[in-house]
């Protein structure tokens, strides 16, 4: 029971911590084109970055997948970058968005999951489960997600709809930060 809790704690951590900023936001140009009344929308894009995430940890942490940590540490946020700016470039909502961001949070999901892999590796006991700890640990990262999203929410209905922000600007502008916060982290993270 010890190492369920450790683990998820692990995941949670791994999404709430201000070190985590690289994921809090990838969640945030991901969700940012939704509104609280498309909190179904924005579960299943969530969901799907933590399957992908989820693939790619399991299939490095078995040593199946492996990828150099600087590459993989340069294409984090590069995935944020490219996010926030098809939201500036094309800041469009609805069903045909969540098919499409759907398979770019998979995919995305994919390459965050290889950043926590070698972590993850050294974190393992020999006799520990990894079928238990990777569940427990996804379970943690999903948790942290869904409350950075229920807040992040209720951020954009506040601005959207009690303080009259159109939709639009609120979208070009939140995605407009994060490109510039995703670049400088890609500057600073270029593989050399």
């Excluded at 704690?9 to 084109?33: K, N, P, R, Y």
């Excluded at 294409?75 to 800041?91: D, G, Q, R, S």
């Amino acid at each position: 029971m010890n190492d369920i809790i450790f683990y998820f704690t692990l995941g949670w951590e791994h999404i709430i911590s201000l070190d985590a900023l690289d994921h809090q936001l990838f969640i945030l140009a991901l969700i940012v084109l939704y509104t609280l009344k498309e909190w179904k929308q924005v579960l299943i894009l969530v969901t799907a970055f933590t399957i992908g995430h989820s693939i790619t940890l399991a299939l490095s942490t078995l040593h199946v997948l492996t990828v150099p940590s600087r590459l993989v540490e340069f294409l984090i946020p590069c995935t944020i970058l490219i996010t926030a700016a098809a939201n500036i470039i094309k800041p469009a909502h609805g069903h045909r968005k969540v098919e499409s961001n759907y398979f770019l949070a998979m995919f995305f999901g994919f390459i965050h999951g290889l950043g926590f892999a070698n972590a993850l590796q050294f974190m393992l006991a020999r006799d520990q489960s990894l079928g238990l700890s990777l569940l427990s640990f996804n379970l943690g990262l999903e948790a942290g997600q869904i409350m950075v999203v229920v807040i992040l929410l209720l951020l954009a209905h506040i601005f959207i709809y009690f303080l009259k922000i159109n939709r639009k600007y609120w979208i070009i502008t939140i995605s407009a930060l994060v490109l510039v916060v995703s670049i400088k982290m890609a500057i600073e993270r270029f593989p050399s």
